[in-house]
């Protein structure tokens, strides 16, 4: 295996090779051929990706290590106006413990190093592959862009939350209006998914519940997983910029199932050369729409009639150097919070890798993050954070039966220099115990709380 893997790494080292041969080679090559042929026209990005979690007692431990390449090519602008560009991505599992074995007391499977890989097939040790930007872009005016076909996702609840070895994309028309200062418009209806730890793509409904879903209003295991209708999701934003405020708003529908509407303001006041004061505020509002993905209950994603507000603020000071933020999110307790996980991550100012609040209600959650950036290649965080969730019990409200919880991140990245220009070392640990009533039940605890996790990645982009 290490050996095949040796042999496709050389291959792909000779033809980054040979392209930046012909880039730095124009006498040999004519105009036309130098525009196609560019080192800006290809992409080659590479991962490494090894996690650890150490779960508490005799609870199962797991580890995964991973690699991956994605090759991608994009034209120069045709007639000034038109790109294509396109991109596939290959990945192997080079070692893990069973990620497809439950815990013998729990009878849970894993939950994190599963998704360095096949989500669907955990025991899949094959070479990988997924074709994932195929786009055709339409540029007018000065700076506004129409595209059409498969993109990265660029939007508060659809992102490409880049955690694991590839990110989440998706496929529709994106119409980004830029010809104002200081004003954008948004718009785009997306018809499918190729959600992060997933080798295919699928419509919106059908990619709705490939990650677990917890339980329903009733306390029974979810059943809205390939059972949810939706043609697709619709999104429109508007950005303003005021001197040292800018405002976004957003809202998003997902046909049958939601609509969110979503405002966010932030603001920046200078308190000396290169030093501000920085505060934020988002509001968001869902509520349920159609039947919810499904005409039986039983088997929606979401229930008619349910509603949630989140409220998240946050206050700051930046330098060249560094940065501190303390953090607050506010879930009323009217309904669930309700964002498939398979989207994206949490948009709110408390949101710390590792962990989301989709699936609850009535949550407190503070937090405060600092980060120390002493040089272009450098960037250290360390973040903590407080979340108060409704009881484990409480199955209106908690869809995970996920305990309250403190979690910890500390996080380095290492840009590197000269030959081994392109390459980045990141480094992420995470430490999460528990701050509920478990009832001595270990279901409430295995990878939820009680854990810690170690992250270790390298990204090298040509």
Request: no cysteine.
């Amino acid at each position: 295996m290490i050996r095949r893997l040796s042999i496709f790494g050389l291959i792909l080292g000779l033809s980054a090779n040979n392209m930046a041969v012909w880039a730095n080679r124009p006498d040999t090559l004519t105009t036309q051929q130098q525009r196609w042929l560019g080192r800006d026209r290809f992409l080659i990005r590479a991962r490494s990706f090894f996690m650890a979690t150490d779960n508490q007692d005799d609870l199962t431990d797991s580890y995964a290590w991973g690699i991956g390449v994605g090759l991608g090519y994009q034209t120069p602008r045709l007639f000034n106006h038109l790109k294509i560009a396109g991109s596939g991505f290959f990945s192997k599992k080079l070692l893990s413990s069973d990620l497809a074995a439950r815990d013998p007391q729990t009878n849970q499977l894993n939950r994190y190093e599963i998704g360095l890989f096949d989500l669907q097939n955990p025991g899949n040790h094959a070479l990988l592959s997924r074709f994932e930007e195929l786009y055709v872009q339409y540029q007018f005016g000065k700076k506004s862009t129409i595209t059409l076909g498969r993109q990265l996702p660029r939007s508060p609840f659809i992102n490409p939350q880049d955690g694991r070895l590839s990110p989440t994309f998706v496929e529709g028309i994106v119409l980004d209006w830029n010809e104002l200062a200081n004003t954008k418009i948004h718009a785009e209806y997306l018809t499918r998914m190729a959600p992060r730890s997933t080798i295919g793509w699928f419509n919106v409904g059908e990619s709705i519940g490939l990650y677990p879903v917890g339980i329903d209003n009733t306390g029974k295991a979810s059943q809205y997983a390939g059972n949810t209708q939706s043609a697709g999701i619709s999104q429109l934003s508007l950005t303003q910029t005021l001197g040292n405020v800018t405002l976004q708003l957003w809202d998003t529908h997902v046909q049958n199932i939601f609509n969110v509407a979503y405002a966010k303001a932030d603001m920046s006041l200078p308190t000396g050369e290169k030093r501000q004061v920085v505060a934020g505020f988002q509001l968001a509002r869902q509520w349920s729409i159609g039947d919810g993905g499904n005409a039986e209950a039983a088997k929606a994603y979401d229930q008619p009639g349910n509603r949630s507000l989140i409220v998240s603020g946050r206050v700051g000071y930046q330098t060249t150097r560094w940065a501190t933020y303390l953090n607050a999110t506010r879930i009323t307790a009217e309904g669930r919070y309700l964002m498939p996980r398979e989207w994206g991550r949490d948009p709110f100012y408390t949101f710390l890798m590792r962990e989301k609040n989709d699936g609850f209600g009535d949550v407190t959650a503070v937090s405060t993050n600092l980060f120390y950036t002493p040089g272009k290649r450098i960037k250290a965080e360390a973040s903590f954070g407080y979340y108060q969730l409704p009881d484990v019990k409480n199955v209106v409200l908690n869809k995970y039966g996920m305990p309250s919880y403190t979690q910890a991140n500390l996080a380095l990245t290492y840009r590197l220099s000269n030959f081994l220009n392109g390459l980045d070392v990141q480094v992420l640990w995470v430490l999460k115990t528990n701050a509920g009533n478990t009832y001595d039940n270990n279901r409430y605890v295995y990878n939820r709380v009680g854990m810690n996790q170690l992250n270790v990645i390298l990204n090298y982009r040509l």
